[in-house]
């Protein structure tokens, strides 16, 4: 009867944990959604070549707006030796997850990526050499103002947008680069 009782409460233990999971993973995917870009993790591939275009270095500080997972971060620091990297991302779990992943990483890689749980609109750009955005051109849109005037503040800053340009921006170069999810070519730009 006793054990009947606690397997009964284990089972219902772990029922509500797995409705609280996929009720926390869901309202993460809403909130990525109404901000205006979906938690859509960037091909490597893509990442790998937008990285080169920016010709990061190790007196990089690279601001990923929108940064997911944290991808994106890890490889500028790992890969291509960007001094600093910075995310900000408003979404709970992939901002959970790229806490996470950071925790795998050694100890001196740690220290030089920051994770904020912020909106992009609240990002200080001051500290950034290099920006890199993958988001939808409505956000784009709404985001320019605040990269132009970053732009004008620091004219040495670049700025790297995958798959969708800048409205209002004239990009110094773009290339087309393989995406293996799409199966097809995308455009990089840089700014
Ligand atoms: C297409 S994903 C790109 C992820 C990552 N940068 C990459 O390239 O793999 C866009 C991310 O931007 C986040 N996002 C959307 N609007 C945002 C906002 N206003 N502030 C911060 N993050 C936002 C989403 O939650 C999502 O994780």
Redesign the pocket.
């Known amino acids: 009867m006793i054990i009947s009782i606690i397997l009964a409460v284990l089972l219902v233990t772990v029922w509500l944990l797995a409705v609280l999971y996929m009720m926390f993973i869901s309202v993460s995917y809403v909130?990525?959604d109404l901000?205006?870009?979906?938690?859509?993790?960037?091909d490597d591939n893509v990442?790998r070549t937008a990285l080169k275009l920016l010709r990061l270095s190790s007196k990089d500080v690279l601001v990923?707006?929108?940064?997911?997972?944290g991808?994106?971060l890890f490889e500028a620091v790992k890969n291509f030796e960007a001094k600093n990297a910075v995310g900000?991302?408003?979404?709970p779990w992939?901002f959970l997850l790229s806490i996470l992943k950071r925790r795998r990483l050694p100890k001196s890689v740690q220290g030089r990526i920051k994770l904020h749980r912020?909106?992009?609109?609240n990002a200080d750009l001051n500290e950034a050499d290099v920006v890199?955005v993958?988001?939808f051109p409505k956000?784009l849109k709404k985001l320019a103002p605040m990269l132009l005037k970053a732009k004008r503040e620091n004219r040495n800053l670049r700025i790297v947008s995958?798959v969708f340009q800048i409205k209002g921006m004239n990009p110094k170069k773009t290339i087309e680069v393989y995406h293996y999810g799409f199966r097809k070519d995308v455009t990089i730009y840089l700014y």
């Open positions: 909130i990525s901000k205006g870009a979906p938690f859509v993790p960037n990442i990923d707006l929108g940064s997911g997972n991808k994106v900000y991302e408003i979404s992939p912020k909106s992009i609109f890199y993958y988001l956000l995958c």
